[in-house]
């Protein structure tokens, strides 16, 4: 699998914008960008996925550089709830493969 | 839907023992997955099955691991025996195929310590 590089942590305040990075220079034309967060003492959960386009969801928007080696995760107005780990993921899109973990970003907010 | 269901949530036992984790995937998905979560290696799959049929269990550490999964809504994995290293926190994860890779949605886990 393909890797990424995130930043170990980052600070917001509350209610404001948070940026996450994640750089993915040896992504394949067909692997998709995947992020999950992980919220203390919970599993991971499902965040957004892109292939090429900027996608947007309830939870946060992605965007994705136009040479697709690099994106960005945007949560608009960060809570206290979005305290959490965000890890990057590249997935082949070819079939159901499993998630490759990295150290994925851990986000603090502060009130 | 209720969700991923793993039970137990926690597991206390002590070294040598028998330790089976169970996991009910969401009604409807064709996928399971079966992670573990240690501070020292991360998220790290174990094994993953589709149609009810492991497909790589290489990341089974080693043969005191096994994983079954006898119909499409449930599954166990057991440790026999048990050592100290294997404290950690396991997760299922279910999903349906989806272009692109399907949302893969966990379950809560189960926080094993062997003493």
């Known amino acids: 699998d393909a890797k990424t590089t995130q930043p170990n942590s980052m600070e917001s305040n509350e209610e404001e914008p948070v940026h996450l990075p994640c750089n993915h220079s040896?992504?394949?034309?067909?692997?998709?960008i995947h992020w999950y967060r992980q919220l203390p003492s919970q599993g991971p959960e499902y965040v957004i996925h892109g292939l090429t386009s900027n996608v947007n969801n309830r939870m946060a928007s992605l965007a994705i550089a136009e040479d697709r080696k690099s994106s960005t995760l945007i949560l608009h107005r960060a809570t206290l709830r979005d305290a959490a780990v965000y890890y990057c993921?590249?997935?082949?899109?070819?079939?159901?493969?499993?998630?490759?973990f990295g150290k994925g970003t851990r986000l603090s907010v502060i009130a | 839907d209720a969700g991923v269901i793993q039970s137990p949530r926690h597991e206390v036992t002590e070294m040598g023992q028998e330790v089976t984790l169970r996991c009910k995937p969401i009604s409807g998905h064709n996928s399971l997955f079966w992670y573990r979560q240690t501070m020292m290696r991360g998220l790290e799959l174990l094994i993953y099955?589709?149609?009810?049929?492991?497909?790589?269990d290489s990341g089974m550490p080693e043969d005191r691991f096994s994983a079954k999964m006898p119909n499409a809504s449930f599954s166990t994995l057991k440790i026999q025996p048990s050592e100290p290293r294997d404290s950690a926190v396991y997760f299922c994860?279910?999903?349906?195929?989806?272009?692109?890779?399907?949302?893969?949605?966990f379950g809560p886990g189960t926080r094993l310590t062997v003493l």
């Open positions: 993921i590249l997935r082949d899109g070819s079939g159901n493969t499993p998630l490759v």
């Open positions: 994860a279910s999903s349906i195929y989806l272009a692109g890779g399907g949302t893969q949605y």
């Open positions: 099955f589709n149609n009810n049929v492991p497909i790589d």
């Open positions: 040896t992504i394949s034309g067909t692997d998709y």
